[in-house]
C-alpha cells in the first residue's frame, strides 16, 4: 500500500489518490508498507531511487543500513513490534530522504507508526518537511522503545518480589513456607529477557542511524538537527538503563535457579 501526505495550506495531509494516477509533485512523505511491485516502480522511477527490498533490509552490515547515494539518505532501522502478543519481534524500516521529499519503505506495522501516524492527522502543522517528518518517526519509534524498557522494569520488580518474599503461613503447629510455581516464573523471565534483548538491538540500531544522519552531508535545517540530537542522547541513556536492567535480569534467574535446587535438596 502506498500512503501520499503532501503539503496543504492546514498542513502535512494525506492525499487520496488514483492508483493509476502520477505521484503529486508536492508530495513530502511517501509510506509504502508491503508495497506491491508497481508501486515500487513508481516511487522508483518518479524519485529516481532505488528501493531496497525485504532481504536487503535485513542485513546488519552497516554499509547495507546506512549509507548515500545520488544525493539520498538511506536509513533502515530495527523496530520492536507486536508487542501486545506473547511473541515479539523486530522489523525493519527503511527511511529514504532526498531533498524536501521522505521515503518510508516497510513490511511492519508498528504501534510507533500509527501514532505518528494519528499524530499528523490531528496536528497537520506539527512536521510538514520531510526531515520532520523523520525525527517525529524516530522519536514515536524510540518512546515506544522507552515503555517497552519501562514494562521489563516492571517486571523486574514483580519476579524479585516474588523471589525473595516468599511468605510463611502457619500449618500443623509450624510455619510452611509458600510454594512458587518456579517454571512459571522462569517463563516470566525469559519474556521478559527476550524482550530487554530485542530492545536493545532496536536501540543499537538507532544509535548507529542517529549518529549516520548527524554526520551526513545533506542539507538538514538546524531544528532538525537539534531534534536528532536529542533522540541520540536519549537512545544512549536508554541503552545504558536497557543494559542495567539485563544485569538484574541475569540475577534474578541465578536465584531463581539457586532456589529450585534448595528445594530440590530438601
Known amino acids: 500500500m502506498l500512503s501520499v501526505y503532501s503539503l496543504v495550506p492546514a498542513g502535512l495531509k494525506r492525499i487520496e489518490r488514483n492508483p493509476d494516477a502520477p505521484l503529486p509533485e508536492d508530495a513530502v512523505w511517501l509510506d509504502l508498507l508491503e508495497p506491491t511491485p508497481e508501486e515500487e516502480r513508481l516511487v522508483e522511477q518518479r524519485l529516481g531511487l532505488d528501493i531496497p527490498t525485504r532481504e536487503e533490509m535485513r542485513e546488519i552490515e552497516s554499509s547495507s543500513r546506512l549509507y548515500e547515494e545520488a544525493g539520498a539518505l538511506y536509513l533502515t532501522a530495527t523496530v520492536v513490534t507486536r508487542l501486545d502478543t506473547q511473541l515479539p519481534e523486530n522489523g525493519q524500516i527503511t527511511f529514504i530522504l ?38 517525529g518517526i524516530l522519536e514515536f519509534i524510540i518512546e515506544r522503545i522507552a515503555d517497552v524498557i519501562e514494562r521489563v522494569g516492571a517486571d523486574i520488580d514483580s519476579a524479585s518480589a516474588e523471589i525473595f518474599n516468599r511468605r510463611a503461613t502457619p500449618q ?79 540475577f534474578i534467574l541465578d536465584a531463581t535457579l539457586g532456589l529450585i535446587n534448595i528445594d530440590q535438596n530438601n
Do not use: C, W
Open 98 to 135: 532526498r531533498g524536501t521529499r521522505l521515503v518510508t519503505n516497510r513490511y511492519v506495522d508498528p504501534l510507533p507508526m500509527r501514532r505518528f501516524v494519528a499524530h499528523t492527522e490531528r496536528h497537520p502543522q506539527a512536521n510538514t518537511t520531510a526531515p520532520a517528518v523523520l525525527a
Open 172 to 250: 500443623n503447629g509450624g510455619m510452611r513456607r509458600e510454594v512458587r510455581d518456579f517454571r512459571k516464573l522462569l517463563e516470566h523471565i525469559g519474556q521478559s529477557g527476550d524482550l530487554i534483548a530485542k530492545a536493545r538491538e532496536s536501540l543499537a540500531s538507532l544509535a548507529r542511524l542517529l549518529a549516520f544522519v548527524q554526520q551526513a552531508t545533506v542539507n538538514m535545517p538546524q531544528e532538525q538537527r537539534e531534534r536528532l540530537r536529542t533522540l541520540s542522547k536519549d537512545v544512549v541513556a536508554m541503552s545504558d538503563h536497557a543494559s542495567f536492567l539485563a544485569t538484574n535480569l541475569n
